[in-house]
């Protein structure tokens, strides 16, 4: 199946830093969401991305929809210790399937 | 939040045993999933289904069955637990609005096979 690069895997920032991390894809996709997981809980929704060059943003937190259509990209802004989590990128192509990647651990220092 | 709920949270089985996994919703949405969530291996599509009675399989199907009877329910079934499918199971739903599709998922499942 497939599966998408996201990078990178982990991070540990300190309080206030900002951070990015990307996803990337062979495939073209329609949709790209980016979601947070934090232990024990199911992922949840933070930023959906519908068109190519798509900026939108979600209080702290900002997501693109890369032009070739095959990466995303999220940024989080002044971080805080509540930033702190797994966070998941997915795609969906032409399909109703959704593909994810294997997740960037966000250690926030306070 | 979407109304997503699983049942049970948590399982622990033997070997051997059938195990059913209970996804409810009540946002009437078209699509629902399931998949596995692994250490290293991200979110793992096992079926989903497209409408009552209509169902597909996904990536890591093998081992694994599941039903849709009304639009609320969807249930996976585990025939003869394996200790390989030890794991986290997720329940999804999303609504398909054109282009427009986001997925929202339940708590999870936390299944143990020994």
């Known amino acids: 199946g497939q599966q998408l690069n996201q990078s990178p895997q982990s991070m540990f920032i300190q309080e206030g830093e900002d951070v990015s991390m990307n996803c990337t894809s062979s495939?073209?996709?329609?949709?790209w969401l980016w979601y947070k997981q934090e232990p024990g809980e199911g992922p949840v929704l933070l930023i959906a991305l519908y068109k190519a060059g798509e900026l939108t943003s979600n209080g702290r937190l900002t997501a693109q929809f890369g032009i070739t259509r095959k990466d995303s990209f999220l940024n989080i802004s002044a971080s805080i210790p509540s930033d702190v989590g797994i966070y998941f990128c997915?795609?969906?192509?032409?399909?109703?399937?959704?593909?994810f990647g294997t997740g960037t651990s966000l250690t926030v220092i306070p | 939040d979407a109304g997503i709920t699983q049942s049970p949270r948590h399982k622990v089985t033997e070997t051997g045993t059938p195990v059913t996994l209970r996804c409810h919703q009540t946002?009437?949405?078209?699509?629902m999933y399931w998949y596995r969530q692994d250490p290293g291996h991200g979110l793992r599509l096992i079926h989903y289904?497209?409408?009552?009675?209509?169902?597909d399989k996904g990536e890591v199907s093998d081992g694994y069955s599941v039903s849709r009877s009304k639009t609320e329910d969807f249930l996976l079934t585990l025939e003869s637990a394996t200790s390989s499918q030890t794991s986290v199971y997720f329940c999804?739903?999303?609504?398909?609005?054109?282009?427009?599709?986001?997925?929202?998922f339940g708590p999870g499942t936390r299944l143990t096979v020994l």
């Open positions: 946002e009437n949405h078209r699509y």
């Open positions: 999804a739903i999303s609504e398909s609005q054109g282009a427009a599709d986001t997925q929202y």
């Open positions: 997915a795609g969906q192509g032409t399909g109703n399937q959704f593909y």
């Open positions: 495939s073209i996709f329609n949709t």
């Open positions: 289904s497209y409408g009552v009675k209509d169902t």
